[in-house]
């Protein structure tokens, strides 16, 4: 697997290939379901708070995950889990990157949809956006 190819040489540490193994769960079954796993999260990104620490972006995105649960607005709750997941291992100023990147990608996705009723899942797109953050150089 690629993951344990860039843990092997070095090119990734240990909470950025938890959180690229994450993503790319999250992003998949989102796909599929068009829902969050949040059993499946919980477990990884504990896993990376041992070895990242907890920050205050982590715990604002994580309240605004609550606050989209219960005022039920048109993002869901798993978007915010998934960018305070992103927040352990990116600084702000990325996750800003990231999120135009997935906002950008996802309103061109929109355009060339047929059924424009139909919610569109996001987490790939801010999967996306972290992986052309980091490879463009903004991330990590």
């Known amino acids: ?3 344990t190819l860039f843990l092997y040489e070095q090119i990734l540490s240990i ?3 938890l959180v690229w193994v994450l993503s790319l769960l999250l992003s998949l079954y989102d796909l599929k379901n068009k829902s969050y796993p949040l059993f499946i999260w919980f477990g990884l990104t504990a896993l990376t708070t041992c070895f990242t620490g907890i920050h205050h972006l982590f715990l604002i995105l994580i309240g605004m995950a609550y606050l989209t649960e219960k005022l039920s ?3 869901g709750a798993g978007d915010f889990l998934y960018l305070a997941s992103l927040s352990l291992i990116q600084p702000l100023y990325d996750l800003v990157w990231t999120i135009q990147f997935a906002s950008f990608s ?3 996705v929109y355009f060339f949809l047929k059924n424009k009723r139909e919610p569109l899942p996001f987490v790939p797109f801010l999967f996306a956006g972290f992986l ?3 490879l ?3 991330g990590f």
Do not use: D, E, F
């Open 1 to 3: 697997m690629l993951i």
């Open 15 to 17: 909470p950025q290939a």
């Open 73 to 75: 607005l048109n993002i």
């Open 106 to 108: 996802a309103l061109v």
């Open 132 to 134: 052309m953050s980091s």
């Open 136 to 138: 463009l150089g903004l």
